[in-house]
């Protein structure tokens, strides 16, 4: 019997099969760009290989994106939670509306994003330059609740009153939790709104006070060339997780496309391209 991380990437593929992937009169399933032979032809190779039944209909694209950042959210949680042995604590993990444009202030490292919102709506030329650098609204926020003093104390008396008095960590220093990832979900990877997740990355790094959350791409689009524009690079995005990375491996093998395979291995290679499976335990480092 597989292990558990296997039997729920399995899951996860069946859900998507039933609830995202449609085919339409050609054949082609809904997140390849039919205008793109290849991304036609890999794309029909990885829904082949994926086990499950595709359900008859249609699936309106905005409701496509949602459906897929539930997926993930629900694969997330299940695998995720199976990991107190390696990360314990009390840990918590939503969707964000796209209409809630300071939810990241809800969160230790970015506290200060309300004032500073606050200040920009009484000032005019201060709203101007700021611009809107310091709003990001991802799709998925996971978060650590800081531990009250008889959890640190447990073992042994670690904390008291005569120091300790700044950590995060530590929930007489601070109530708000510790954001401890900020997940982006790119069902395809097609216009420059898709790119709106490297300007988010960025503006976390650039507005945090403290540390620095996972930055993490979640997609299920099937042309290398494209995930590569989100991919590579460095210092903004921890790395890209692909839906079915070894389905897509095997499928751009199969189709004998040799710039694809090439740019799949430089990605993989370099550690900026992995697999949904490989998320939850990334998460947990």
Not at 20 to 43: C, E, H, M, W
């Amino acid at each position: 019997m597989s292990a558990y991380f296997s039997q729920s990437r399995k899951k996860f593929h069946a859900d998507v099969l039933v609830g995202l992937i449609r085919f339409n009169s050609q054949g082609v399933p809904n997140f390849a760009d039919t205008s793109s032979k290849a991304s036609s032809n890999i794309a029909k190779r990885i829904v082949g290989k994926m086990e499950g039944e595709v359900s008859i209909g249609r699936v309106a694209g905005q409701t496509s994106g949602k459906l897929f950042e539930d997926l993930v959210l629900e694969f997330i949680q299940n695998c995720f939670g199976r990991l107190g042995n390696l990360r314990p604590g009390t840990w918590g993990i939503k969707k964000i509306s796209s209409r809630d444009r300071l939810s990241i202030a809800q969160f230790e490292q970015y506290a200060h994003l309300v004032v500073l919102d606050e200040a920009a709506r009484s000032n005019p030329a201060l709203a101007a330059a700021l611009g809107s650098d310091y709003t990001i609204t991802p799709d998925i926020l996971m978060f650590r609740v800081p531990e009250p003093d008889d959890r640190i104390n447990e073992i042994s008396d670690l904390v008291d009153d005569e120091s300790v008095t700044y950590a995060i960590l530590r929930q007489k220093n601070s109530g708000a939790s510790i954001l401890h990832a900020s997940i982006s979900c790119k069902w395809t990877i097609r216009s420059d709104r898709s790119q709106n997740c490297r300007t988010e990355a960025l503006n976390l790094i650039r507005n945090r006070k403290g540390k620095l959350p996972h930055i993490i791409v979640v997609t299920a689009e099937p042309l290398p060339s494209r995930i590569a524009s989100i991919a590579l690079g460095t210092g903004d995005i921890d790395c890209v997780y692909h839906l079915a990375l070894y389905e897509l491996i095997a499928a751009v093998r199969e189709a004998d496309l040799e710039d694809a395979g090439e740019m799949l291995r430089i990605m993989v290679e370099g550690k900026r391209l992995r697999d949904i499976s490989d998320l939850p335990l990334d998460l947990a480092t």
